[in-house]
């Protein structure tokens, strides 16, 4: 599975922003896609997911700021960001696992796209 991430971009706080995934492969339905996210000096971290079924999962830091979604007949996941703050200010990575099961562990999943960056200015 390839994964192409896209739809970074520098914004102001309080903006909106669409992140978008791209994935290969004819069973993109049956995996669990997530977003994570690595600011400068940081660890990578956990920030939304998505199973085959549809269950949505957020870290709390973006929880009713963020909506993950997905459209299995483009094979594409989506991140729509709003009310945007400084510290959301990272790259962001698409990750996906065929599994039908959830976790936030970057050790969980198999495959991960390149990032694409996010810079919010106060």
């Known amino acids: 599975v390839q994964l192409q991430a896209s739809g970074g971009g520098l914004v102001q706080a309080g903006d909106s922003l669409r992140l978008s995934c791209a994935a290969s492969?004819?069973?993109?339905?049956?995996?669990?896609m997530g977003w994570f996210r690595q600011a400068p000096g940081k660890e990578r971290e956990f920030v939304a997911a998505?199973?085959?079924?549809?269950?949505?999962y957020y870290a709390d830091s973006v929880k009713g700021r963020f909506t993950i979604s997905r459209d299995n007949a483009k094979n594409t996941v989506y991140l729509q960001m709003s009310r945007l703050k400084p510290e959301d200010t990272a790259d962001y990575y698409c990750?996906?696992?065929?599994?039908?099961?959830?976790?936030?562990?970057?050790?969980?999943?198999?495959?991960w796209g390149q990032g694409t960056q996010v810079t919010v200015s106060s």
């Open positions: 990750a996906a696992k065929e599994s039908p099961y959830y976790s936030a562990s970057v050790y969980f999943y198999d495959y």
């Open positions: 998505i199973r085959n079924g549809g269950n949505t």
């Open positions: 492969g004819r069973t993109f339905s049956y995996y669990i």
